[in-house]
């Protein structure tokens, strides 16, 4: 699928015409790409969206109605449009792979290359990685709060446009939600898909058990039966347990289910029970009706019975604190090998500036033990002492038994990829591996502990410079 | 723009095997589209995304490669497959024109047709029109909050995915927002583009004055330059000041300034008065940095003195109560003739039977007075009695000098348009026409008004009597 160029903020159209008059566009620049705190007000991210960012970037082009369109526009002139029709991108990304537990500050990608391409991109690339990145996060809590229980993501038609439900389901499945209703998803992405049949499918029937029939008489060793369209306990239920006994006698199983109204916990344990009753221990409850992790994490605290969490709309729009959108931006940190440095009046908002490489110090056992931003040419070693970036009079050492691991790695190169790009499910493994790693703490839904992410000596001293040199050029 | 036939849940495909399969596919049947509550916890909903919806329905076939995605889930059967590769909507439907002012519980889209087609499109269409309508919703609420300053969408770095913010943009137009930065949607939907620099222009840059010169130079008759990269009143203020001279010696006028950080309200006054004492009365002051409508609201209660409002991330994903979700769904109305009822135990969540329509009582100066939904061949007039949906004891009598107007008509027969489509701009001039019809108190931000929804005797009747006959067929 080919993104339009087009897609994009028409004030990168504007500078790029202007760095391209002043003969800047080539000047070579560095850019971050990074969200300043986690989303949710959760205790780390899953980043997402890379491939997806690399198939944009790889067939970045103008046709000839989008160079139409620009010149219709009576801004640009002509050199500029004609610049444009030979535009591609040919610069450097270096990125995590996706599944990558990440953290607020961390450069997540860096783009290199000339000012002009490198600026382009800013738009599009915020756009699919800060969406993939939250879509992944918000699966992840929501996985972590189901436990074993399989959780289904179905919120298609709640989600933010066609786009919204399908790279929504995409980043799901990295964050640990395997299965989708998207059929289109599954096509394009080989997520598992799954679904069985709607309140309208019972209301076409003359009753609820000639429908139940029909249905497993179709879909016989698939079949799971949505109970609660007249009343789940005295009718969805005992229908149910009539076709269960049914199919049955024809040598088939029902696989479960579904309810999607009424007090989940307690239904769930109801018809657990005249199931497990029946003999029919293996039918599996599905639960479905606005559900996210904190609703899940109480259910499952209280002893409901549910196997799978059908879970829809506040999954697909990542519903929660911060109001859908994942805060990233993407910030100018090098030029012409000058770093720079974005000021403003509060230090734990100021930028990382220079080139700079995100390290990770893994103890003996694997867990993880914190996060550092480093120059990229500087040595880090266990022991090193290392920085708080709100605030530099605190600072750790990094013990002495760590092992650091670099995050990243260059995935694109003058504007082709020049890694393999892993496949969905191994994204979505190293995910769930990563999160086994973190400080417990760190998994709580509320309040949870904060994993340290400190800057070197070498970040932390580069970036007091730049600032005393901006006050003192400015602020005097 | 083709959307795909499996940009749908897998449950309507296997609904539909089953339908196919049973002989059910053709029998005729209604559904409605609707949502029961306001978004945002709002006065009023502005519709949007039906030039959208009837294009994915005029266009909706199965192509070879989604033919054998699904042949390949082995779930389905030839003749299924077969009638797949024939599939397409040859049904009706009924809907006001977008821009229209709707309220929870009114049939927006009425889906005519064969079971199988009319249940087949359910996701889609909730997907389109949910997130349109709001979108629209949360513009209108934006754009009023505004007054008449001018609001500039630029959502897209944060919009959920490139589909929420291009489609995101076109509804926001319908809403009020009539313009963007997303240059994608200028060229789709012809939206006024809008934009001038980031911060990384004015870093790429040796000063800040440099960088406003240049920019100055470049554009100089739609210049607004970005005043807060260092420091806004000590730095950006002056800066702009000396280039604003500098233009009118050359016969230009600077357009404008922007804040993008800060205490807006403060600033935009400290800058007005600096401005204006130099004789720039007419330079515009552009504010930005997570606004919406609260905080427009609230700033100019306050006396601030903002011309533009730029408003990205919270109009985007339509933050704020409700999750970014509308709730809209798709309920079965009517099947071989029969009204059909979507029970619930709760009276207000009940569905409304039958196919129907949505009148709305319009006072003799054009103020709206309340909306009604009644079957469609009742014959309703002024000074008919009509019931509380939630209520069937409350009723109202619809004033003697009301007129009642139809507010849907039928868009679609037989899987073709069969109306103009009107142009974007005439549906946001019906959008902002009909706000300033409803009761004042609709309009409020917070806890507005409840405008009126009544069901007609006809609709009261047969809601009552379907409700008791499932009672009694079920929970006895």
Same mark, same amino acid.
Request: hydrophobic share 40%; with cysteine.
């Given at each position: 699928?080919?993104?339009?160029?087009?897609?994009?903020?028409?004030?990168?159209?504007?500078?790029?015409?202007?760095?391209?008059?002043?003969?800047?566009?080539?000047?070579?620049?560095?850019?971050?790409?990074?969200?300043?705190?986690?989303?949710?007000?959760?205790?780390?991210?899953?980043?997402?969206?890379?491939?997806?960012?690399?198939?944009?970037?790889?067939?970045?082009?103008?046709?000839?109605?989008?160079?139409?369109?620009?010149?219709?526009?009576?801004?640009?002139?002509?050199?500029?449009?004609?610049?444009?029709?030979?535009?591609?991108?040919?610069?450097?990304?270096?990125?995590?792979?996706?599944?990558?537990?990440?953290?607020?500050?961390?450069?997540?990608?860096?783009?290199?290359?000339?000012?002009?391409?490198?600026?382009?991109?800013?738009?599009?690339?915020?756009?699919?990685?800060?969406?993939?990145?939250?879509?992944?996060?918000?699966?992840?809590?929501?996985?972590?709060?189901?436990?074993?229980?399989?959780?289904?993501?179905?919120?298609?038609?709640?989600?933010?446009?066609?786009?919204?439900?399908?790279?929504?389901?995409?980043?799901?499945?990295?964050?640990?939600?395997?299965?989708?209703?998207?059929?289109?998803?599954?096509?394009?992405?080989?997520?598992?898909?799954?679904?069985?049949?709607?309140?309208?499918?019972?209301?076409?029937?003359?009753?609820?058990?000639?429908?139940?029939?029909?249905?497993?008489?179709?879909?016989?060793?698939?079949?799971?039966?949505?109970?609660?369209?007249?009343?789940?306990?005295?009718?969805?239920?005992?229908?149910?347990?009539?076709?269960?006994?049914?199919?049955?006698?024809?040598?088939?199983?029902?696989?479960?289910?579904?309810?999607?109204?009424?007090?989940?916990?307690?239904?769930?344990?109801?018809?657990?029970?005249?199931?497990?009753?029946?003999?029919?221990?293996?039918?599996?409850?599905?639960?479905?009706?606005?559900?996210?992790?904190?609703?899940?994490?109480?259910?499952?605290?209280?002893?409901?019975?549910?196997?799978?969490?059908?879970?829809?709309?506040?999954?697909?729009?990542?519903?929660?604190?911060?109001?859908?959108?994942?805060?990233?931006?993407?910030?100018? +940190?090098?030029? *012409? %090998?000058?770093?720079? $440095?974005? =000021?403003?009046?509060?230090?734990?908002?100021?930028? #990382? &500036? /220079?080139?700079?490489?995100?390290?990770?110090? +893994?103890?003996? *056992? %694997?867990?993880?033990? $914190?996060? =550092?931003?480093?120059?990229?040419?500087?040595?880090? #070693? &266990? /022991?090193?002492?290392?920085?708080?970036?709100?605030?530099?009079?605190?600072?750790?050492?990094?013990?002495?038994?760590?092992?650091?691991?670099?995050?990243?790695?260059?995935?694109?190169?003058?504007?082709?990829?020049?890694?393999?790009?892993?496949?969905?499910?191994?994204?979505?493994?190293?995910?769930?591996?990563?999160?086994?790693?973190?400080?417990?703490?760190?998994?709580?839904?509320?309040?949870?502990?904060?994993?340290?992410?400190?800057?070197?000596?070498?970040?932390?001293?580069?970036?007091?410079?730049?600032?005393?040199?901006?006050?003192?050029?400015?602020?005097?």
């Amino acid at each position: 699928m080919r993104y339009s160029p087009l897609l994009t903020d028409l004030y990168e159209l504007t500078m790029l015409a202007g760095y391209l008059d002043q003969g800047m566009h080539e000047r070579p620049a560095a850019f971050d790409l990074f969200f300043r705190h986690n989303p949710f007000h959760g205790g780390y991210a899953v980043f997402a969206g890379l491939d997806t960012a690399l198939s944009y970037l790889e067939e970045l082009s103008f046709n000839d109605e989008e160079l139409g369109y620009l010149e219709s526009l009576n801004i640009f002139k002509p050199a500029f449009l004609s610049y444009l029709s030979n535009f591609s991108f040919r610069g450097s990304i270096t990125a995590p792979p996706e599944g990558t537990v990440v953290f607020g500050r961390e450069p997540l990608l860096t783009v290199e290359g000339g000012l002009a391409e490198a600026q382009f991109v800013e738009t599009a690339l915020l756009n699919i990685i800060n969406f993939q990145t939250l879509a992944a996060t918000k699966a992840a809590r929501i996985k972590l709060a189901a436990g074993d229980a399989t959780v289904l993501e179905f919120g298609l038609r709640r989600a933010q446009g066609p786009d919204g439900g399908l790279s929504g389901a995409r980043a799901a499945y990295i964050g640990g939600v395997r299965s989708t209703s998207n059929v289109l998803a599954g096509m394009r992405y080989g997520i598992p898909v799954r679904g069985t049949h709607a309140h309208s499918w019972i209301m076409a029937f003359p009753d609820e058990l000639s429908a139940f029939r029909c249905y497993a008489k179709e879909f016989p060793d698939s079949c799971i039966l949505l109970i609660d369209t007249y009343d789940t306990l005295k009718c969805g239920l005992p229908n149910a347990l009539i076709v269960a006994r049914e199919l049955k006698e024809q040598g088939h199983d029902l696989v479960g289910v579904r309810i999607d109204s009424g007090d989940l916990a307690y239904l769930s344990r109801q018809v657990r029970a005249a199931f497990d009753e029946a003999g029919f221990t293996k039918v599996k409850i599905v639960a479905s009706n606005e559900l996210d992790e904190n609703v899940i994490d109480s259910m499952r605290r209280e002893g409901s019975r549910i196997d799978i969490y059908g879970v829809g709309t506040r999954l697909a729009t990542c519903a929660g604190e911060g109001g859908g959108a994942l805060g990233g931006v993407y910030k100018l +940190v090098l030029i *012409d %090998g000058e770093p720079k $440095l974005k =000021l403003t009046s509060d230090l734990a908002k100021a930028t #990382l &500036p /220079g080139r700079k490489k995100v390290l990770r110090a +893994v103890a003996p *056992d %694997g867990s993880f033990i $914190l996060d =550092l931003i480093a120059l990229q040419d500087e040595e880090i #070693l &266990p /022991g090193t002492v290392v920085f708080d970036p709100a605030n530099p009079v605190q600072h750790v050492r990094i013990p002495e038994k760590a092992r650091l691991v670099d995050l990243r790695r260059k995935v694109m190169e003058k504007g082709k990829r020049c890694v393999p790009t892993p496949d969905l499910e191994s994204c979505a493994d190293l995910a769930a591996e990563q999160l086994k790693l973190l400080p417990e703490g760190s998994l709580r839904l509320v309040n949870p502990h904060t994993y340290k992410v400190s800057i070197s000596s070498g970040v932390n001293t580069l970036r007091l410079k730049l600032m005393n040199r901006i006050q003192n050029k400015y602020r005097s």
